[in-house]
Each structure stands twice: as structure tokens, then as C-alpha cells.
């Protein structure tokens, strides 16, 4: 397939480009700078600003899908500004499939938090970028497009591989609440290949250790 991936230089996209390419896929990154390491490189770049509509267009056409992995940190405004220009880019260019990572917590996934991640870090430390995920994905949902949104847990630098668990009840407390980013990258890559979770959003964790 022919991918785009929006934020292709940061902590998960470079896994999703790496991990894209040695499945064969042809992908395009989109970011303001470019990797430093040639195994997350992509075989194109366009170099732009995800608030930029015509920057953001370049990137989505001639592709069979987009990926979003866009970050801000704990800032917000970003996330969701930047996916509403990537939604309007495939409508203009007729790409349907689209696979955005928010963030375990968002929506009814909230229910699966425990005390410190549910009002520690969402409900104070991180409270701007957990408002621009929710704003995203209700940009998401409301687009028309073939779309999934995956929630992962807190990243971990892990290695792909893990036996995460994905789907899970929103009252499900088994979970370690970590993933690593390698692991996200390789759940979304598989969302391309099926049906299972279009217009859904799974949330994706490691299972407590029995």
C-alpha cells in the first residue's frame, strides 16, 4: 500500500514508517524535520506544517491510506487542528481508510484508568493534551471515513513483540496501563489489513502480570 503518516519523526511514527517499510509498503512522512536515523526514514518526506492545509494535501494524495501519530507533548491544539486538515485532505483527495492513535482514557475508555492516571496526570499534569484527544477523535468519528482509532496506554521504549491485549471491556482493570511504542506501531500497521475495528476505537495495554 501506498501510506502517509502524520507525525513520521516522532516517538511512535518512526516505528510505524520503519515497521510500514519492511512490510513492503511505499510511505510517505509527513513532519517539520526529517530522521536522523536512516531505519525510520521514509521513502518520501514533505516537510510542512500539519496546521497548513495545502502542506497537509501534498502528503494525503495519490496514498491508499493515512496514519495519524501526531504529538504535542502535554500541550494541545495540535492534535485535533491537525487532524481535522488531514480529514479535509482525504475527502478532497478520495482516501478512505484512515488510523489515528489517541490515548487510553479518551471517551468511555476513561473507565479503564486507574486514580493517578485519571485525575493526576489526565485531570491535572496533562489535562491540555487529553482535551485536544478527545477533541480529535470526536473530529474522527464525526468524518465519514473508513476510520479506527487505536488507544494505547502510557509508552513504554519497549521492543515490538509484546503480547498486548487490544479491545478489551471499558471497565477492564487486568491491564499494566503501559505498551510499547514499537507495539502501537505494529497494532495500527495491522488495522490496514481488516475490517475488525473500523469505526471502533480499541484501546491497546499489556496485561498485569499474573
Not at 30 to 57: I, K, M
Not at 192 to 207: N, Q, V, W
Request: with cysteine.
Amino acid at each position: 500500500m501506498k501510506l502517509a503518516v502524520f507525525g513520521s519523526t516522532g516517538s511512535v511514527g518512526r516505528h510505524i514508517v520503519a515497521q510500514a517499510r519492511a512490510e513492503g509498503h511505499v510511505v510517505t512522512g509527513f513532519s517539520r524535520g526529517q530522521a536522523t536515523e536512516p531505519e525510520f526514514s521514509p521513502d518520501a518526506l514533505v516537510q510542512g506544517d500539519v496546521l497548513d492545509p495545502e502542506a497537509v494535501a501534498k502528503a494525503v494524495a495519490g496514498q491508499d491510506a493515512v496514519l495519524v501519530a501526531l504529538g504535542a507533548g502535554r500541550k494541545g491544539g495540535v492534535r485535533a487542528s491537525g487532524t481535522a486538515n488531514v480529514i479535509a485532505a482525504m475527502k478532497r483527495h478520495g482516501v478512505r481508510r484512515l488510523v489515528c492513535q489517541s490515548t487510553l482514557g479518551a471517551g468511555e475508555s476513561v473507565g479503564n484508568l486507574n486514580f493517578f492516571w485519571k485525575h493526576v496526570m489526565f485531570g491535572m499534569l496533562l489535562r491540555p493534551a487529553y482535551a485536544d484527544h478527545q477533541a480529535q477523535e470526536c473530529l474522527v468519528r464525526d468524518s465519514g471515513l473508513d476510520w479506527t482509532i487505536v488507544r494505547p496506554a502510557a509508552f513504554t521504549d519497549g521492543p515490538v513483540g509484546g503480547e498486548y491485549i487490544h479491545g478489551f471491556a471499558n471497565d477492564a482493570r487486568n491491564l499494566s496501563l503501559d505498551v510499547s511504542r514499537a507495539d502501537v506501531a505494529r497494532f495500527m500497521l495491522e488495522q490496514l489489513e481488516s475490517t475488525t475495528y473500523i469505526h471502533d476505537a480499541p484501546g491497546l495495554s499489556y496485561a498485569l502480570a499474573a
